[in-house]
T-cell receptor
């Protein structure tokens, strides 16, 4: 059974740029959630995707957007990067209707 | 809205000591409760969970009991090892909110030989 994978591992961008982060969900899982974890803090929910539609969103501006593909993999896009976007971005997959989420190793984004 | 509060760290212990990490929550519905662990440079791993009042979750010597009357889910381990050094996160999910996870701020635990 393949676990959740994310790419890239690390990324450095400058303010104002755009970034795309990728996530492959665990085999058999059809729901993907994204979280932002700032240094020294707990993860914050960004949004969740189910059946290629956004299915819940946290308190993040519209410049954070996402996609889910038919194979349940997902992308997180962030436009107009700000310094405060520097964080570990975590993807988690789950089976719809269940409450257990499985996390990937994360992508460390640094905005200079 | 939902929230989770856990004790701030770092918590420094000697090997074989008893560990307790306090966690309390606020939720409008009937949440499920979780403890996740994060080792340096890694993502989150589910440590244990409980889905209803008085349930006890347990794994790898760690235990936590869902206490609805005190809205708490304290994590305990009777004898810690150096390998337990990590950051521990208490979290809740509410089915009415699509099972999104709400996390506490994390507690760093350092176990010394």
């Amino acid at each position: 059974e393949t676990g959740v994978t994310q790419s890239p591992t690390h990324l450095i961008k400058t303010r104002g740029q755009q970034v795309t982060l990728r996530c492959s969900s665990q085999s058999g899982h059809n729901t993907v959630s994204w979280y932002q974890q700032a240094l020294g803090q707990g993860p914050q929910f960004i949004f969740q995707y189910y059946r290629e539609e956004e299915n819940g969103r946290g308190n993040f501006p519209p410049r954070f957007s996402g996609l889910q593909f038919p194979n349940y993999s997902s992308e997180l896009n962030v436009n107009a990067l700000e310094l405060d976007d520097s964080a570990l971005y975590l993807c988690a997959s789950s089976l719809a209707g269940t409450n257990e989420q499985f996390f990937g190793p994360g992508t460390r984004l640094t905005v200079l | 809205g939902d929230s989770v509060t856990q004790m701030e760290g770092p918590v420094t212990l000697s090997e074989e000591a008893f560990l307790t990490i306090n966690c309390t929550y606020t939720a409008t519905g009937y949440p499920s409760l979780f403890w996740y662990v994060q080792y340096p440079g890694e993502g989150l791993q589910l440590l244990l969970k409980a889905t209803k009042a008085d349930d006890k979750g347990s794994n790898k010597g760690f235990e936590a009991t869902y206490r609805k009357e005190t809205t708490s889910f304290h994590l305990e381990k009777g004898s810690v090892q150096v390998s337990d050094s990590a950051v521990y996160f208490c979290a809740l999910s509410d089915r009415a909110a699509g099972n999104k996870l709400t996390f506490g701020g994390g507690t760093r635990v350092l176990v010394k030989p």
